[in-house]
């Protein structure tokens, strides 16, 4: 599969001579969105060698990446198994639009304190969850991973060298890390933090083996999951000027933190600017709930 690249259009490019090419990853799949579709291709195969029937994964109640993979799995004939933070939604998941479709592509939930989930990569923990659910071929969170960076290195096809600065948005550490793996020396990588701190540089670090990267934390709205009237307002504008919906959670900062970025000159004029739309849209209905409940605007779709 392809995603196809988007030249953007707005006023700000045209004054300062910048252009933003799109690559649409969110329309790479119907159900499993953009970057979750690459970071899934080669565990999935790793699982199917190693004859696994079951997937098991970590996430929050909006993960993108557990509505991925409760699909992906149900596409592949396999049992997943969502380890969930919080057990305060246990027993109001089913209101939860992520959660609720996620369960209908079959996944079983485990609902843990916040406390125990720190401890999820422990033996301890992981020893009673296969008491719990049998053998089980494990993915983390966020699904970042060696194959999750090596299924992201292919987003990047040959049409891309032209480009002489690459911008994604950065949870895990492994999108941005297959971006920089598969770029051009000659070419500058920018990832977009959607986490306060800058903590995952360590761990991009131990993924790649370039140095032409940077990765930019003033854009994370007081940190993951985080959201503010600005934010909304922006992302609600993007999409009635290009009609591109973005997500709140990593792609709205990020677009908004690039052209920031150009509107202050951080970039020189005829810069070629290629950024990842890494798709996340099914998170937007629950964003909205969330928003509902404290009087905010709603983001459109």
Aim: net charge positive; proline share 2%.
């Amino acid at each position: 599969m392809q995603s196809k690249n988007q030249l953007l259009s707005l006023p700000i490019l045209k004054e300062k001579d910048v252009s933003i090419t799109l690559k649409r990853e969110d329309l790479l799949h119907p159900y499993i969105s953009g970057n979750k579709y690459r970071k899934l291709k080669y565990n999935l195969e790793a699982a199917q060698m190693k004859g696994h029937h079951t997937l098991l994964t970590f996430g929050g109640a909006y993960s993108n990446h557990i509505d991925a993979l409760a699909y992906a799995g149900k596409e592949k004939g396999m049992q997943t198994i969502g380890v969930i933070r919080g057990e305060e939604i246990k027993d109001a998941w089913s209101s939860n639009t992520t959660l609720k479709r996620a369960s209908a592509n079959g996944m079983v939930f485990k609902f843990v304190s916040r406390e125990a989930y720190r401890e999820k990569d422990s033996d301890g923990f992981v020893s009673q969850l296969r008491k719990d659910f049998g053998d089980f071929y494990t993915i983390p969170e966020g699904g970042t991973n060696a194959l999750a960076v090596k299924g992201c290195e292919e987003i990047l096809d040959s049409n891309d060298q032209k480009f002489d600065i690459i911008c994604t948005c950065v949870g895990t550490g492994g999108t941005v890390s297959g971006l920089i793996n598969a770029s051009n020396t000659s070419q500058k990588v920018l990832g977009f933090s959607a986490l306060k701190g800058d903590f995952l540089k360590s761990d991009i670090r131990k993924m790649v083996k370039k140095d032409n990267w940077r990765l930019i934390t003033d854009y994370h709205f007081g940190g993951y999951a985080k959201i503010n009237i600005e934010l909304i307002d922006f992302i609600n504008q993007f999409k009635a000027t290009t009609d591109i919906p973005l997500d709140p959670i990593y792609t709205g900062k990020m677009l908004f933190g690039l052209l920031d970025m150009i509107k202050n000159d951080n970039f020189v004029p005829g810069t070629n600017i290629l950024v990842i739309h890494t798709g996340g849209i099914q998170g937007v209905e629950g964003m909205n709930t969330v928003l509902k409940k404290k009087n905010l605007p709603l983001l459109t779709i």
